[in-house]
């Protein structure tokens, strides 16, 4: 079945500790995205690529870091410098010819700070 | 600055009758408006989808409204059905600029259908 696997599902992170949460997709989707939920709060975006070897800052990029090195992954690093990253990751795509189309998303992974 | 907004946090309804939820923007760029729901510990599921030169798009039990001078649009579910209760996420995005297919989410309204 085609789909976005966001892996894993439950992450825990040391202070001082990077993490790297991962997201695949075999949609065969260009533009693929990661967005933050807080308790309360809609869905804010952290970073995005339209295409392999580029990606651009969302509104909240600050402490994070991506790449895109193959279509189909997308991997999302929580750096030491998030000073506060619990909260539910969400990965998501889309593709990018003809009309638009909304995005597709994964089941998500929540990080908590031990 | 909320450039997507849903005023309402939560809403019950009885099952059977109507479910509306609404949604305001405030930038005049989006064309483009969808509702997702989502489940606790899910990632959101799209549910439906309208685009600016329209003002009504239904599938099924869900019509989508869109008021553009209003700037607002609003979701009707009919008839409700306890498997609907859910958190539902209204979304803009712009066709066109260098954001061209970005989300902008509101926040979302609980919504639960009493039996």
């Known amino acids: 079945d085609g789909g976005i696997t966001q892996s894993p599902k439950y992450l825990f992170r040391k202070e001082g500790q990077n993490v790297t949460l991962s997201c695949e997709q075999n949609?065969?989707?260009?533009?693929m995205y990661w967005y933050r939920q807080d308790p309360g709060q809609g869905l804010r975006l952290i970073y995005y690529?339209?295409?392999?070897?580029?990606?651009q800052k969302g509104d909240i990029a600050e402490g994070y870091s991506v790449s895109r090195e193959k279509k189909e992954s997308f991997p999302l690093t929580v750096t030491s410098a998030q000073k506060n990253p619990t909260a539910f990751y969400l990965c998501?795509?889309?593709?990018?010819?003809?009309?638009?189309?909304?995005?597709?998303f994964g089941d998500g992974t929540r990080l908590s700070i031990l | 600055d909320q450039q997507v907004k849903q005023n309402s946090p939560s809403l019950s309804v009885q099952e059977g009758r109507i479910s509306i939820l609404n949604c305001d923007y405030t930038?005049?760029?989006?064309?483009?408006f969808l509702w997702y729901k989502k489940y606790p510990a899910e990632g959101p599921t799209f549910l439906i989808s309208?685009?600016?030169?329209?003002d009504k798009n239904e599938d099924g039990r869900f019509t989508v409204f869109l008021n553009k001078s209003a700037k607002h649009l609003s979701l009707h579910i009919v008839p409700s059905q306890p498997g609907d209760s859910a958190v539902y996420f209204c979304?803009?995005?712009?066709?066109?600029?260098?954001?061209?297919?970005?989300?902008?989410f509101g926040k979302g309204t609980k919504l639960s259908v009493k039996p």
């Open positions: 998501a795509s889309r593709p990018t010819q003809g009309r638009i189309e909304p995005q597709h």
């Open positions: 309208i685009s600016s030169i329209k």
């Open positions: 930038n005049s760029m989006f064309d483009y």
């Open positions: 690529s339209q295409i392999v070897n580029d990606f």
């Open positions: 949609l065969n989707h260009d533009a």
């Open positions: 979304a803009a995005s712009a066709s066109y600029g260098g954001s061209q297919g970005n989300l902008i």
